[in-house]
T-cell receptor, first 113, second 114 residues
Framework: DTAVSQTPKYLVTQMGNDKSIKCEQN?????MYWYKQDSKKFLKIMFS???????INETVPNRFSPKSPDKAHLNLHINSLELGDSAVYFC????????????FGPGTRLTVT | AQSVTQLGSHVSVSEGALVLLRCNYS??????LFWYVQYPNQGLQLLLK??????LVKGINGFEAEFKKSETSFHLTKPSAHMSDAAEYFC????????????FGDGTTLTVKP
């Protein structure tokens, strides 16, 4: 049973396109996150949702828009993709914000050409 | 504000040698501390966590970490390295708030030489 799943695993697209990444967790957690990991492996939080409510919104271009249709899903839509958006995007979930460990998905490697 | 500093972006040890990965944190409230491991082309997995109980925390795969408040440190150790321990290791700090987020260190790449 996959705890946190993401689709697609790889995404190659051209500059200016719009793309979405989907995330689902079957752990019954209340909180979900999106992280961006760059080529140097630095991991930065982008967004966090708790019970479908946005609670963390870091300094991210407004081309990135998260959507949480329910507690088990958190999708990431990216408009007008740029070269600098190339990275690995990780979805994660946790039982509670802050105090609980996070469970990470396998990542989506986005390459913008 | 909270922050994490991982000293040494690359650590290399021989198989069977002691592994020591350093993490120092800054937090305005009692912190929750975590170590995660990331194997190539995978997501992060929890190794261990400190949540204000015992200061010496044991995790998976023989790893442990000791919380030292006076030194604001949470170093990760393993007595004897295995080849399979080669990976990226991240230290993270969180605060117990409604919007508590985890702040991750920059990571340490562990290489294990045969």
């Amino acid at each position: 049973d996959t705890a946190v799943s993401q689709t697609p695993k790889y995404l190659v697209t051209q500059m200016g396109n719009d793309k979405s990444i989907k995330c689902e967790q079957n752990l019954g957690h209340d909180t979900m996150y999106w992280y961006k990991q760059d080529s140097k492996k630095f991991l930065k939080i982008m967004f966090s949702y708790n019970n479908k409510e946005l609670i963390i919104n870091e300094t991210v271009p407004n081309r990135f828009s998260p959507k949480s249709p329910d507690k088990a899903h958190l999708n990431l839509h990216i408009n007008s993709l740029e070269l600098g958006d190339s990275a690995v995007y990780f979805c994660a979930s946790s039982h509670r914000t802050g105090v609980s460990e996070q469970y990470f998905g396998p990542g989506t490697r986005l390459t913008v050409t | 504000a909270q922050s994490v500093t991982q000293l040494g972006s690359h650590v290399s040890v021989s198989e069977g040698a002691l592994v020591l990965l350093r993490c120092n944190y800054s937090s305005s409230v009692p912190p929750y501390l975590f170590w995660y491991v990331q194997y190539p082309n995978q997501g992060l997995q929890l190794l261990l966590k400190y949540t204000s109980a015992a200061t010496l925390v044991k995790g998976i795969n023989g790893f442990e970490a000791e919380f030292k408040k006076s030194e604001t440190s949470f170093h990760l150790t393993k007595p004897s390295a295995h080849m399979s321990d080669a990976a990226e290791y991240f230290c993270a700090v969180s605060e117990n708030t409604n919007a508590g987020k985890s702040t991750f260190g920059d990571g340490t790449t562990l290489t294990v030489k045969p």
